[in-house]
């Protein structure tokens, strides 16, 4: 549904993102990783439109959306989150939530059935939906909760989910990763899923691109990219026991 | 409870007709078209665009519609809509780069404080048709009558009273329809996280131009009437960065996020002035500019949510029943 073609995004002289392709089939969840500094949130900003590219083409649904504005892309049917939680502070969680759902789908919906959609987006992630919730008081996990619903709200095709996990404990990121596996399954939303750390990632994505300084070094399957020399060299071995912890969590994939 | 504002304002619209004298007339009819034009302000200025440029909105509209009339004959009910035009012209050329290029916060201010000096500037300098710093009369059409429709001079008092408590009303119900729409909220959102709004679907650029030009039309309204019931503009009064300063100052004392919080802060600052005009007359001219300076410094510190907003949140507090006081 997703094709990215040679896109490159050059900062000054410095290309953060160099010639990367890749394809993304409906219904997948793809891990774009990559060491800090390899170009893998640029890709993402640029596949989202907060970044234009410098050359290349992105194609979602047959239409051309590189060098969109970011408002368009999400009504196009792309919901994206941040690493970093970007929550409207001073608004309740559902009007956070109501917001996307009524300002983010190609067919505004009407007040009514901008919340609805927003108590439904937030039931999914289990957050409260009532309208006294407020953002002051959700912890790091919360808020990451809050930015998934908010982007499920728009009704996405595609979420581009950004979860640098790093304000998390272990117990916490494993079940943000099978909230996206969860998503995946219950609203048939392909999922591109960014992260730095391979190992719980590896648990739930079919298929993994890695980059580094702006290249895609290897893609395929989660183990034999966790085996490709290229990819360890990359990691330098770090993580190597996580990832295949994160491997031998996978359940009935027998490839 | 729910009949007491329609008690007021009732109250309000009779008071004049029980013979009230001609200067508290006076002070209540500015009271309440001050009011109008700092509720045009706050409109956009509670949701973060700050803007110190609404000096130019209100010389547009006080300007063009006086040389039209004294230049061309044109009556002001064909002048005000020119005005307005123009007004969103002006609004558009200096919103949509402030906002393509997320002009925001102090940088915002600062465009919009030359946009209000710019336009004190050209009034002085086109003084042939201006008359300059020394200020313009609109030509009179009550020679034979005592008042002229066409012209909308009016010599008795109490029907400027009703002009402007109608055109006051009129702002408070567009702050109540801003209010309660769904871009309201978009734009509060846009005003704590701008990137994150656009990337749920928000058209930040168009939602802030929008609420800008409601803002920058209502405050050309206030700036054509000021002209026409004052019967004479200077640039200082209308444009420039004083009155602009002055709008600000005056949201701020009466709280931008109540609903009469800026009539509020117009009484105030207008009770200000002529107390300090009449404790120490004209001698000290920048008195009241260095007056404001210091108070807008301690009401920012010590009563950012204004007198209406601060008063309303201790009377909140003080009941132990919450009220729902929907004024905002």
Known sequence: ML????????????????????????????????????????????????????????????????????????????GRTYQIPRPFRKLSLLDNVALAAYYGQSEQPSREKAYAQAQDALGLVSLPSSEHARVDGLGAAGLKKLELARALATQPKLLLADESLGGLDESEMGAAADMLAMIRDRRGVTIIWVEHIMGVLMRVVDRCVVLDHGEVIATGKPHAVANDPKVIEVYLGTDAEEVQKGIAQRQGDAT | MRALPWILLAALALAPLMGMGNYPLHMLIQVLLWGFVYTGWSVMGRLGLVSFGHGAFLGIGAYVVVMLWNSYGISPWIGLPIALVLAAVVALLIGYPCFRFKIVGHYFALVTL??????????????????????????????????????MQFSNK????????????????????????????????????????????????????????????????????????QAYVNPDSVAGIGISLQMVFGVIAGGMYVRLGPTVGAAFTLLLAESLRLMFGNSLHALDSTIYGLMLILFIIFMPKGILGGALEAIRRKKPMPVSAQNA
């Open chain 1, 3 to 78: 094709s990215v073609r040679e896109i490159t995004k050059v900062f000054g002289g410095f290309k953060a993102v160099d010639r990367v392709s890749f394809d993304v089939a409906e219904g997948e969840i793809l891990g774009l990783i990559g060491p800090n500094g390899s170009g893998k949130s640029t890709t993402f900003n640029l596949i989202a439109g907060a970044l234009a590219p410098s050359g290349g083409s992105i194609e979602f649904l047959g239409r051309d959306i590189a060098g969109s504005p970011a408002s368009h892309v999400a009504r196009f049917g792309i």
């Open chain 2, 114 to 151: 030359a946009l209000s000096e710019i336009a004190r500037l050209l009034i002085v300098a086109l003084r042939d048709h201006t008359g300059g710093s020394l200020g313009v009369t609109p030509k009179t059409d009550l020679t034979e009558s005592s008042y002229s429709l066409v012209a």
């Open chain 2, 158 to 229: 109490l029907v400027w009273f009703y002009i402007v408590l109608a055109v006051w009303l009129a702002g408070l119900w567009v702050w109540k329809k801003v209010d309660q729409s769904m871009a309201r909220l978009a734009l509060e959102a846009i005003s704590q996280e701008e990137d994150a709004a656009g990337s749920i679907g928000i058209n930040v650029t168009r939602l802030k131009l929008g609420i800008t030009l409601i803002s920058a039309l209502m405050t050309c309204v206030g700036g054509a009437l000021y002209a026409q019931y």
